[in-house]
T-cell receptor, first 112, second 113 residues
Framework: DAEITQSPRHKITETGRQVTLACHQT?????MFWYRQDLGHGLRLIHY???????NKGEVSDGYSVSRSNTEDLPLTLESAASSQTSVYFC???????????FGNGTRLTVT | QKEVEQDPGPLSVPEGAIVSLNCTYS??????FMWYRQYSRKGPELLMY????GNKEDGRFTAQVDKSSKYISLFIRDSQPSDSATYLC?????????????FGQGTILTVHP
């Protein structure tokens, strides 16, 4: 079955380290998104991509970057991890710009 | 004022009850309306998706949108313990803002046997 997979499921890292979270979808969807979920803030958009080589900043993009070199993957990189980036990160995808987003099961990141 | 306000709950109901979950929004540009269910330690799972005023039914779930009042609802009939989860409303303006979902804060629902 087609699906969206995030890895790792859990990650602990230290302040200042670079971290990359993986997102892989097998639906051949054009659009991919990264959200973070925090108590008191709900889900907020970090970065998104409408296709290969396209990337855009979301509401809370500072300290994060993405690249889209193929349809299946949108890795999220934290350039220098900060404690404020401790969160649960969700990747989502959709086939076109009128369909709803489908989410992965998340990566729980702790920055110590 | 937040763009999307969701009744925070938590809600606790007996099995078989009808559950009503609600959100209000302030931006008339919002066009697409979604309800997601999220179990603990899982990602949001799409339940309902609509883009017009009125009702949309899928099994025990009915989504209702009133664009004139900027109000959306999700009704769950014959609630089951397996419905115990956090329910999130999400709204999308579409167009050049497609995918930039604005979420409600979520309502925690517990259905007890």
């Amino acid at each position: 079955d087609a699906e969206i997979t995030q890895s790792p499921r859990h990650k602990i890292t230290e302040t200042g380290r670079q971290v990359t979270l993986a997102c892989h979808q097998t639906w051949n969807h054009n659009n991919m998104f990264w959200y973070r979920q925090d108590l008191g803030h709900g889900l907020r958009l970090i970065h998104y991509s409408y296709g290969v080589q396209d990337t855009n900043k979301g509401e809370v993009s500072d300290g994060y970057s993405v690249s889209r070199s193929n349809t299946e993957d949108l890795p999220l990189t934290l350039e220098s991890a900060a404690s404020s980036q401790t969160s649960v990160y969700f990747c989502a995808s959709s086939p076109d710009r009128v369909s709803p987003l489908h989410f992965g099961n998340g990566t729980r990141l702790t920055v110590t | 004022q937040k763009e999307v306000e969701q009744d925070p709950g938590p809600l606790s109901v007996p099995e078989g009850a009808i559950v009503s979950l609600n959100c209000t929004y302030s931006n008339s540009a919002f066009q697409y309306f979604m309800w997601y269910r999220q179990y603990s330690r899982k990602g949001p799972e799409l339940l309902m998706y609509t883009y017009s005023s009125g009702n949309k039914e899928d099994g025990r779930f009915t989504a209702q949108v009133d664009k004139s009042s900027k109000y959306i609802s999700l009704f769950i009939r014959d609630s089951q313990p397996s419905d115990s989860a956090t329910y999130l409303c999400a709204i999308d303006a579409g167009g050049t803002s497609y995918g930039k979902l604005t979420f409600g804060q979520g309502t925690i629902l517990t259905v007890h046997p």
